[in-house]
């Protein structure tokens, strides 16, 4: 059980009218006083009648996991020129029955950078993608990059803070 939990936006990408990307760093401090960071990505829908908005898809991942996955996607061509419909960049164990993968998806034409995550052994018997994830044109690329570092620092800021050291 947490007992305390901090999470803020660290940046918003805007993709259309009506959908946000919004990066998040959240952390927690659990009664054992154990802290754990991760980073969110998420897509928040705004309501056409323009009262809020609300999330739609996301996914959540460790500082470290955000960390490999920021150089991973530096390491991205400008342009992706390749033809297969879905490229792996990075897969990373969330737990033993889970993992995310983060891809590079040719659909109609479009290219897309995919955070999904990937159902190993459900009890159902399932394996394959989850509704969990997130998808946005590949030109994002480098500002989700900048954001996934954002967040990090953000994370390692306060984490130094709650020890002391700041």
Same mark, same amino acid.
């Given at each position: 059980m947490a007992i305390k939990y901090n @999470?803020? #936006?660290?940046?918003?990408?805007?993709?259309?009218? $009506?959908?946000?990307?919004? #990066?998040?760093?959240?952390?927690?401090?659990?009664?054992?006083?154990?802290?754990?960071?991760?980073?969110?990505?998420?897509?928040?829908?705004?309501?056409?009648?323009?009262?809020?908005?609300?999330?739609? $898809?996301?996914?959540?991942?460790?500082?470290?996991?955000?960390? @490999?996955?920021?150089?991973?996607?530096? @390491?991205?061509?400008? #342009?992706?020129?390749?033809?297969?419909? $879905?490229?792996?960049?990075?897969?990373?164990? @969330?737990?033993?029955?889970?993992?995310?993968i983060v891809g590079v998806t040719v659909f109609n034409d479009r290219t897309s950078l995919d955070f999904r995550e990937w159902v190993k052994d459900s009890y159902n018997g399932y394996t394959g993608f989850s509704n969990k994830g997130t998808r946005f044109s590949y030109e994002y690329k480098d500002d989700i990059a900048n954001l996934l570092l954002e967040a990090c620092t953000t994370l390692q800021d306060r984490y130094d803070k709650w020890l002391g050291l700041k």
């Open positions: @999470k803020s #936006v660290v940046g918003k990408i805007t993709i259309g009218p $009506h959908l946000e990307i919004h #990066v998040s760093g959240v952390n927690f401090i659990n009664s054992k006083r154990q802290y754990t960071m991760n980073v969110d990505i998420r897509e928040y829908r705004n309501r056409k009648n323009g009262k809020g908005s609300y999330t739609w $898809h996301g996914v959540s991942f460790s500082r470290e996991d955000a960390m @490999k996955i920021y150089d991973k996607i530096l @390491k991205l061509p400008p #342009v992706n020129t390749s033809t297969e419909r $879905h490229t792996e960049v990075i897969r990373l164990a @969330k737990n033993p029955r889970l993992d995310l």
